[in-house]
């Protein structure tokens, strides 16, 4: 954490670093919906996590985003087409379920996807799947199918937890005019 996120944490009455977690495909959102909920909650004064902002060189990025994950008082995850094609993302959606049960706050959010989609698992994450399959399979090797089984199960079974959770769905959202 930089030195200037580590005071105002340490300032700060709240145990906790950040107020708000960004989970999201980069490649999807990044320079788009997320750059603007980002500058948005800072300019209201939240303090955010994005991507690795407040990791420092030569840090265990795994470790390091549990930590920031539990110091966090809420996760968004927005949920996009390519989402679950990042086992990154995938890892971790499964840290924040964990925190959940702790009273951390989840907020799913739909962009460009539809909330049965990812219930469901088809279109996109359905190929999503079939390729993180594939390639653990040929890295772990046929001795390691259930882990293989195990860790994929984990993944489906946290995109499927999340999705009866209360969010936004972006598709449903219309912008009128005021006249």
Same mark, same amino acid.
């Given at each position: 954490?930089?030195?200037?996120?580590?005071?105002?944490?340490?300032?700060? *009455?709240?145990?906790?670093?950040?107020?708000?977690?960004?989970?999201?495909?980069? @490649? @999807?959102?990044?320079?788009?919906?997320?750059?603007?909920?980002?500058? *948005?909650?800072?300019?209201?004064?939240?303090?955010?996590?994005? @991507?690795?902002?407040?990791?420092? #060189?030569?840090?265990?990025?795994?470790?390091?985003? #549990?930590?920031?994950?539990?110091?966090?008082?809420?996760?968004?995850?927005?949920?996009?087409?390519?989402?679950?094609?990042?086992?990154?993302?995938?890892?971790?959606?499964?840290?924040?379920? #964990?925190?959940?049960?702790?009273?951390?706050?989840?907020?799913?959010?739909?962009? @460009?996807?539809?909330?049965?989609?990812?219930?469901?698992?088809?279109?996109?994450?359905?190929?999503?799947?079939?390729?993180?399959?594939?390639?653990?399979?040929?890295?772990?090797?046929?001795?390691? #199918?259930?882990?293989?089984?195990?860790?994929?199960?984990?993944?489906? *079974? *946290?995109?499927?937890?999340?999705?009866?959770?209360?969010?936004?769905?972006?598709?449903?959202?219309?912008?009128?005019?005021?006249?």
């Amino acid at each position: 954490m930089s030195a200037t996120k580590s005071q105002e944490a340490s300032s700060s *009455a709240s145990p906790c670093s950040y107020h708000v977690f960004l989970s999201f495909r980069g @490649d @999807d959102t990044r320079k788009t919906f997320i750059d603007h909920l980002y500058t *948005a909650m800072d300019q209201a004064g939240f303090r955010t996590f994005r @991507d690795n902002d407040g990791i420092e #060189k030569g840090e265990d990025i795994k470790s390091e985003l #549990k930590k920031v994950i539990r110091e966090s008082r809420i996760s968004i995850i927005v949920f996009s087409k390519n989402y679950a094609s990042s086992t990154w993302c995938l890892e971790e959606l499964v840290m924040i379920l #964990k925190c959940r049960t702790l009273g951390h706050v989840v907020l799913p959010v739909f962009y @460009d996807v539809d909330p049965s989609e990812v219930r469901k698992q088809i279109g996109s994450l359905e190929e999503a799947f079939t390729r993180h399959e594939e390639k653990l399979r040929s890295e772990m090797g046929e001795l390691a #199918k259930e882990k293989l089984k195990d860790k994929v199960g984990t993944w489906r *079974a *946290a995109l499927r937890e999340v999705v009866d959770l209360a969010g936004m769905n972006l598709w449903s959202v219309v912008f009128v005019p005021k006249i």
